[in-house]
């Protein structure tokens, strides 16, 4: 069964910095992937997503993210954080076969802006 | 753009009581899909249904069952509730069953039973 990891599951920065959110897959056939962003009493909203067409993929508010085959890894990054980001940010895979997918999300990353 | 809604942000039930949690998309979708979602758990899903009338276990479907008799809607049912399912709860949609579809999310129910 597909697992997804998180490393970190909360991350502070400053507000004007590189933001660097991991997220490594497990299965040996590359899944689908996607990052979503939760903002407070709200519900998830898609960032972006990775489906075999770019390894480098761009996404919404500035972030992007770079599928990598050999590290099984779809790190989100954003090269200047603004306090408009802080969220919680969930990294997700789809299982694969079947014609019907599910997705397993990882536990999720806090993200903090400081001024 | 596509609109997921639920029907309550917050709900405070008894224990023991029987709980619906509904759930409307207006976008023709195939797929819905019920999460739950705990702090340092991530979402974990319930049961999901790919057609009306169909449906399958997810995750953790103890507990829990759900309704779908029409496309648009999808219920998920708390037989008894159980102070361990004080949670928020999560509706999802997707166009279809290929993988590269993202799934939808409405804003959540924060379901609290005492």
Not at chain 1, 87 to 110: H, P, Q, R
Not at chain 2, 1 to 29: A, I, N, P
Not at chain 2, 40 to 66: N, T
Request: charged letters at 20%.
């Amino acid at each position: 069964a597909q697992s997804v990891t998180q490393l970190g599951s909360h991350v502070s920065v400053s507000e004007g910095a590189l933001v660097l959110l991991r997220c490594n897959y497990s299965s040996s056939v590359p899944p689908y992937l996607f990052w979503y962003v939760q903002y407070p009493n709200q519900g998830l909203q898609l960032l972006l997503k990775y489906t075999s067409a770019a390894t480098l993929v761009k996404g919404i508010n500035g972030f992007e993210a770079e599928f990598k085959k050999s590290e099984t890894s779809f790190h989100l990054t954003k090269p200047s954080a603004h306090m408009s980001d802080a969220a919680e940010y969930f990294c997700a895979a789809t299982n694969s076969g079947g014609s019907n997918y599910k997705l397993t999300f990882g536990k999720g990353t806090l993200l903090t802006v400081n001024p | 753009d596509v609109k997921v809604t639920q029907s309550s942000r917050y709900l405070v039930k008894r224990t023991g009581e029987k709980v619906f949690l509904e759930c409307v998309q207006d976008m023709d979708h195939e797929n819905m899909f019920w999460y739950r979602q705990d702090p340092g758990l991530g979402l974990r899903l319930i049961y999901f249904s790919y057609d009306v009338k169909m449906k399958e276990k997810g995750d953790i479907p103890e507990g829990y069952s759900v309704s779908r008799e029409k496309k648009e809607r999808f219920s998920l049912i708390l037989e008894s509730a159980s102070t361990n399912q004080t949670s928020m709860y999560l509706c999802a949609s997707s166009l279809s069953g290929a993988r590269n579809q993202p799934q939808h999310f409405g804003d959540g129910t924060r379901l609290s039973i005492l």
